[in-house]
């Protein structure tokens, strides 16, 4: 029997499921295109630049954009090695024509260079903002403001609505509210900042050792400054990158203890929930709903929350909290992601599931769990060279996604027996550094046996 991952069963009862063809009551807002917009670390003064104040004011900054639904960032690891080829260093100050450059390269159609300095006990920070699109880039500035330290997410939140005027994608109301949030906070110490920031560098490696570095300086910027609510939660973001699902759990509650209406650490620890091996979903929907109850304009939330409740068989109540993501942010991929696997498990709707799932993929085409969905669908049908070919696309964007890995394996079975032996070998050693993997592992071992057999028949035959 093959066991796949995908979980691409047929759930029991019926749905009507047109409903999600149109976004529920409500308005959406933000432009037709979520503007893709660079980050780089504030610079500091050239006397003492202090690059980990400058990525931690900048990664503040960027907390508030990504709460915004007309802005997209820039993943920073690729606007890092994007400077890096330019011989521009992370953390250093770049020049505007070397952003410009790095911005076209990756598809973005703006720049956001801060400045920062300390005067006494006042922090001053300004910005300049730039719009590459076309052949003339245009520039604006936003005016330095001197401000207490702990009052720099007063003058941030001011940045992003200005950034989104001076792009031509005015936020609106559930943005604003959503941005209003974000910066209610005080700045953390100064101490607590630089800790944070150098955990931010260690998780964008992505190794072991980087996740481990990254933990330990997000819990020491946390002791610093025990109201640090952020570092607790990205402390829990490196812990479930390491697979240290219940090492996670602690950190997200630690953060929901610091902050009880911090609406992103309930949604992480719902996600957690929903994928434990105990498939704790009744927890999950708590979770789920205290996240939308602190956040009514968060539509990941109700994406997590119908996933959840359709999982328990409430497929009417998951199709409820879809539409209501959907009209919130109808740009969302999740949403549509989400809706391409109940289109398919429920109601066996294969087009309109893959329909579902191309949408994903513009609005995001370096979503790789809609793209391994999209691999599914494909083999499920016997489509076994374009299921291949969209495994290697989510590859493209993770080389070491383990579910990528494993289901490229199950899908060279059926054309290559040899190739499946290799793709087998390669997810084994990119599992075996991750301890939720054993269990998959041991299957895996079984299917390389089979192949290895398999292919020594067809070399013999030859």
């Keep these: 029997m093959e066991v796949t991952r ?22 959406a807002e933000g432009p037709a295109q979520r503007v893709l917009t660079v980050l780089v670390p504030f610079s500091g003064p050239a006397e003492a630049p202090d690059p980990l104040i400058g990525e931690g004011l900048m990664d503040l900054l960027a907390w ?58 006042r922090l001053v920070l300004g910005a300049t903002f730039l719009d590459v699109r076309g052949s003339k880039v245009r520039e604006e500035g936003f005016r330095e403001t001197a401000v207490p330290w702990a009052e720099a997410p007063r003058v941030l939140e001011r940045m992003v609505p200005a950034l989104a005027r001076f792009l031509g994608a005015p936020l609106g109301a559930a943005s604003e509210r959503r941005l209003s949030q974000a910066f209610q906070r005080p700045t953390p110490a ?42 607790f939660f990205r402390q829990g973001e490196a812990h479930e990158a ?10 997200y509650r630690r953060a929901i203890h610091v902050d009880p209406a911090f609406a992103e650490a309930y949604k992480s620890l719902g996600d957690l929930l929903a994928r434990s091996p105990r498939r704790l979903y009744e927890q999950a929907v708590e979770a789920y709903s205290k996240a939308v109850e602190a956040d009514p304009d968060y539509a990941d939330a109700y994406v997590g929350l119908g996933d959840a409740l359709s999982a328990t ?47 994903a993929l513009a609005l995001e085409p370096a979503f790789v769990e809609a793209q391994i969905g999209l691999g599914d669908l494909y083999e499920e049908k016997g489509l076994y060279r374009e299921a291949i070919a969209a495994y290697r696309k989510a590859l493209a964007v993770k080389p070491k996604h383990p579910g990528a890995l494993y289901a490229l394996a ?28 054993k269990e ?20 013999k035959r030859r």
């Design 190 to 231: 100064a101490a607590a900042l630089r800790r944070y920031a150098a955990g931010r560098a260690a998780l964008r490696t992505g190794t072991p050792e980087g996740l481990e570095q990254a933990a330990e300086a997000f819990a020491q910027a946390g002791e610093i400054d025990p109201a640090f609510a952020l570092a």
């Design 64 to 121: 508030g954009i990504g709460r915004t639904f007309g802005l997209q960032l820039a993943e920073a690891r690729e606007v890092s090695t994007a400077l890096e080829a330019r011989r521009a260093a992370w953390g250093e100050p770049v020049r505007p024509a070397v952003a410009v450059e790095v911005a076209r390269g990756l598809g973005a159609v703006a720049v956001v260079l801060g400045t920062f300095r300390l005067e006494g006990d």
């Design 6 to 27: 995908g979980g691409l069963r047929r759930l029991a009862g019926a749905v009507t499921l047109l409903v999600f063809l149109a976004p529920g009551p409500g308005r």
């Design 242 to 251: 390491a697979s240290s699902r219940w090492r996670a759990a602690g950190a």
């Design 313 to 359: 068989g409430r497929f009417d109540e998951a199709i409820r909290e879809y539409r209501r993501g959907l009209a919130i942010d109808p740009l969302n991929p999740r949403v549509h992601y989400s809706l391409a696997r109940i289109l398919y498990t429920e109601k066996g709707l294969y087009h309109e599931a893959v329909e579902a799932y191309q949408r």
């Design 410 to 437: 199950l899908a060279y079975e059926k054309v290559d027996p040899k190739e499946a032996v290799a793709r087998w070998e390669e997810y084994i050693r990119a599992a075996s550094e991750l301890p939720g993997e």
């Design 440 to 459: 998959w592992i041991d299957i895996a071992e079984q299917h390389l046996k089979k192949m290895r057999q398999k292919a020594a028949e067809q070399e």
